[in-house]
């Protein structure tokens, strides 16, 4: 079993109901919340509306070769950055032809923390044609479940905020 | 908050575990159930050495720009199909260069029902790389989240089993 909490059912329609209204479709990049953004959005139905869809780009040879992050922006900045974040977004985005895209990477542990990039490091970005990708950082608390899900309600608040 | 219940963390462990072994990487299609599998197995540590990437293909047109499941399949067949299934799970295939892949395309409701195709009617396929794909049928009842948790739960099931 899978169970969703009232505040993500509730973000996701509040998402759902205001990309409906602007016409939006939307499209997801995620790489540590491993699919989960996607899974909260079409748990609401009518997500169908809006949802185009999403990448669940785990290693880093998917992120090159399917949404078409540079490998050397992968190798000199890392897979989780602002610079890999963006173009997560800016890639879903093109490939997709969406109206609007979320990204997340991130170290949800519990291995692959280092001093500067410790575990709970999550990068989201958005980007909407012809307008420069959005980036913000954050450093979540927790457990491997726990950081994800922090992830979650803050990529699902963010993409809400931005859909204007 | 996202909770997986302990069967569903149990069957994506022993896949990792069984993936591992084999030194097989695995990719997901996924309409229905929106990137819930991907994110099942994702939610364990250490999925990143078998895990390569999913594909969230909400709609048609995404099964086909992405996937590269043929229009004239989806018009004559429908996306919730044996066909569409198989050429959901090939497509990934191919595009991931993975070793086995899952897809899942289905009705999970509470609208989009018909006689022929009732809510609950869901598809799974396997494609391993010079096999004809394995397709499998299955309707499952209650409501949107039941369907999607059966979906994931019989495709967890299905992935772990043709793992050999």
Redesign the interface.
Same mark, same amino acid.
């Given at each position: 079993?899978? +169970?969703? @909490?009232e505040?993500?059912i509730s973000l996701s329609s509040s998402i759902i109901e205001k990309a409906s209204k602007l016409n939006y479709r939307i499209t997801?990049a995620?790489s540590c919340?491993?699919?989960?953004? @996607? =899974? @909260?959005?079409?748990?609401v139905?009518g997500?169908?509306n809006v949802?185009?869809? &999403?990448?669940?780009?785990? @290693?880093n +040879?998917?992120k090159n070769r399917?949404l078409g992050v540079p490998m050397d922006a992968i190798e000199q900045f890392g897979a989780v950055s602002d610079i890999v974040a963006s173009a997560m977004a800016e890639g879903a985005l093109a490939? =997709?032809k969406a109206d609007i895209s979320l990204s997340v990477t991130g170290i949800a &542990?519990?291995?692959g923390g280092t001093k500067d990039k410790p575990v709970g490091l999550v990068f989201l970005s958005i980007a909407k044609i012809n307008t420069d990708a959005l980036i913000k950082k954050y450093i979540f608390a927790g457990s $491997?479940?726990e950081i $994800? $899900?922090s992830a979650?309600s803050a990529g699902l608040s963010l993409l809400l905020n931005q859909l204007q």
């Open positions: 079993m899978v +169970h969703f @909490s505040d993500i997801l995620e919340t491993g699919g989960l953004i @996607s =899974s @909260s959005i079409t748990a139905p997500s169908s949802f185009t869809c &999403g990448y669940v780009t785990y @290693s +040879h998917s399917i490939l =997709s &542990g519990p291995k $491997r479940d $994800r $899900r979650i």
